[in-house]
């Protein structure tokens, strides 16, 4: 069983909510197809997962929709 970093992962997570709505969502879609991104680089598929689950977590507030 693989660990989690938990500074790592939370340092990740507030880089990519920096790069604004849609991207999040175009990185949310890549991480489900199990695309491999730079945010990602160097993260076990375990801390690729939490990530993922985190980012979803955070976007469900939003909705569908990426307000300005």
Same mark, same amino acid.
């Given at each position: 069983?693989? %660990? =989690?970093?938990? &500074?790592?992962? /939370?340092?990740? !997570? /507030?880089? #990519?909510? $920096?790069? *604004?709505?849609? $991207?999040?969502?175009? =990185? =949310?879609?890549?991480?489900? %197809?199990?695309? /491999? @991104?730079? +945010? %990602?680089?160097?993260?076990?598929?375990? /801390?690729?997962?939490?990530? &993922?689950? +985190? !980012?979803? $977590? #955070?976007?469900?507030?939003? *909705?569908?929709?990426?307000? @300005?």
């Amino acid at each position: 069983m693989q %660990t =989690i970093d938990r &500074l790592q992962l /939370e340092s990740r !997570l /507030e880089n #990519i909510c $920096q790069q *604004g709505c849609q $991207q999040v969502r175009r =990185i =949310i879609a890549a991480l489900d %197809t199990g695309d /491999e @991104i730079p +945010e %990602t680089h160097g993260l076990n598929q375990s /801390e690729r997962a939490a990530l &993922l689950a +985190e !980012l979803k $977590q #955070i976007m469900a507030v939003y *909705g569908d929709v990426c307000r @300005i």
